[in-house]
């Protein structure tokens, strides 16, 4: 007898995620290049609470002294491969929970930028909160696509009814 | 005969059989996924709940903390040390600027001038007290437009003490200044106070200039519908920790760091201003610290081209 296993992971949800991954690709892209490039400002207020060069010019801005808008730009690369369509087809447990932990690591440091952003810096920066809701939406899609995802059997048809009728007779 | 209708129905019989059985194990195996999705789906679900409760949480408390530590510095007339500096400081054109302090830097623009209701062009700053960006950058402002004209009532002040971008910086003060010129005319509207408290007025021009070339970011200048600085103008930095007469001490010194980044940002400014009344004075747009910044600056709008 010959078997498949699959995830039985939704149809959306390798489309959805890359999509929102492009986009938090293109949002970390341009504040790295706003970073490195003194020529390039970032287009944001500076009005009360918003303030985005606040924000991307100061101490927390670089964690181990990498710049954040440097690791937000690896993160969204490094999670390209998890969202594959032959990923989320894929049964493996060590893909479905390495892309759910993959996803819980981002919400954890986006939670420690809003910390420094809302209590040390006390400003925010419009373009690093579409980062943060890009991670949180991924975070969610992949979170609610992996819970509906049960892994499956396919058996062949012919010898799945023959098997079951066996059993049957027995 | 007999013996073929027997089998007949003994292979109806159990082919039903089966196929009851094959049908309950299919409906076991679903009612089984069924259940199991419906308990992942109430983890995910907690789990996405508690995910964002922390998050508001944390903006909460980020908010609530911000409430109780507002501080606003009074605003008072400059001191005659301060006015002295920044006439001292006008003349200082004959030295090549040290550009690398610079950031902004100004923009090139490519739309309608910007002129006042005399016809002059028109310099036009919009800032705002709390804000550290405009503290460092109304002090170059005034050293250059002090070159093309004479203020009267500056002020001086610190933006906010609350502003990690830099707090208490020392800083002049528009709200009350006058400016005359023959050559340009200077609009300078603090548009909030040191509680970020709205305190000025723009006209419709002025706030569809704010938005869609300055992005509605403090500080923004015009200079003349040619030039758009948005931003400080060198690093917040550089001004932390002195008093208003400490910056005028070394507006003149050129070896240290606040003369030689307000005097580049001054030069800079200059530029700019020459740009839009056609190089008037000459004595001033000619010297060889402008002619050097509007070299900067044209390679500035080449670059952006």
């Given amino acids: 007898m010959s078997s498949t296993r699959q995830s039985g992971a939704p149809v959306w949800a390798a489309p959805a995620c890359l999509v929102l991954t492009a986009i938090g690709i293109g949002i970390a892209t341009y504040l790295t290049i706003a970073h490195y490039d003194t020529h390039v400002s970032l287009v944001c207020s500076a009005k009360g609470a918003i303030d985005c060069e606040a924000v991307t010019t100061s101490a927390q801005s670089k964690v181990f002294g990498i710049p954040v808008a440097v690791l937000g730009l690896a993160y969204f690369v490094g999670m390209i491969p998890w969202h594959l369509p032959i990923a989320w087809r894929s049964a493996d447990p060590r893909i479905r929970f390495g892309r759910l932990i993959y996803g819980l690591s981002g919400i954890g440091f986006v939670c420690y930028l809003v910390y420094a952003e809302a209590v040390i810096i006390k400003k925010i920066c419009l373009w690093c909160t579409g980062v943060h809701i890009v991670t949180l939406l991924i975070f969610v899609v992949t979170v609610f696509a992996t819970a509906l995802a049960i892994p499956t059997d396919v058996v062949d048809d012919d010898e799945a009814d023959d098997d079951e009728l066996e059993e049957a007779e027995n | ?305």
């Avoid at chain 2, 502003?163 to 909030?192: M, Q, W």
């Avoid at chain 2, 839009?276 to 002619?291: E, I, Q, R």
């Avoid at chain 2, 050097?292 to 044209?298: E, I, N, R, S, V």
């Fill in chain 2, 1 to 305: 005969m007999a013996d073929g209708r027997d089998d007949k129905g003994r292979t109806s019989t159990k082919y039903a059989a089966k196929k009851a059985a094959t049908e309950r194990i299919a409906a076991q195996r679903a009612a089984q996924q069924r259940a199991d999705r419906k308990r992942n789906l109430l983890y995910a679900g907690g789990g996405v709940v508690l995910v964002i409760v922390v998050i508001g949480g944390i903006v909460l408390a980020g908010l609530s903390s911000k409430k109780s530590t507002s501080t606003v510095h009074p605003v008072l007339p400059a001191s005659s040390t301060v006015t002295n500096a920044i006439t001292a400081a006008v003349p200082l054109t004959s030295t090549t600027p040290n550009l690398s302090t610079v950031t902004g830097p100004p923009k090139a623009l490519t739309g309608a001038a910007l002129t006042s209701t005399s016809g002059k062009p028109e310099v036009l700053y919009i800032g705002a007290e709390y804000c550290p960006y405009c503290g460092v950058t109304r002090w170059p402002l005034a050293v250059a437009l002090s070159r093309f004209g004479t203020f009267s009532n500056l002020e001086t002040t610190y933006s906010a003490a609350n502003d990690s971008a830099g707090p208490n910086t020392p800083t002049l003060d528009f709200r009350h200044a006058n400016y005359k010129s023959d050559y340009v005319d200077f609009t300078g509207i603090e548009y909030e106070d040191g509680a970020q408290k709205v305190i000025g007025t723009l006209t419709t021009e002025q706030n569809s200039l704010f938005n869609s070339v300055g992005g509605g970011a403090f500080p923004f200048i015009d200079f003349g519908g040619k030039w758009a600085q948005s931003g400080a103008s060198y690093a917040t930095a550089t001004l932390a920790g002195l008093t208003p007469e400490a910056v005028a001490g070394q507006l003149t010194d050129a070896s240290s760091k606040v003369g030689s980044s307000v005097q580049a940002s001054a030069d800079v400014f200059t530029a700019a201003i020459c740009s839009m009344d056609g190089g008037k004075p000459a004595s001033v747009c000619t010297s060889t610290g402008v002619v050097t910044a509007t070299t900067a600056l044209a390679s500035l709008a080449t670059a952006s081209k």
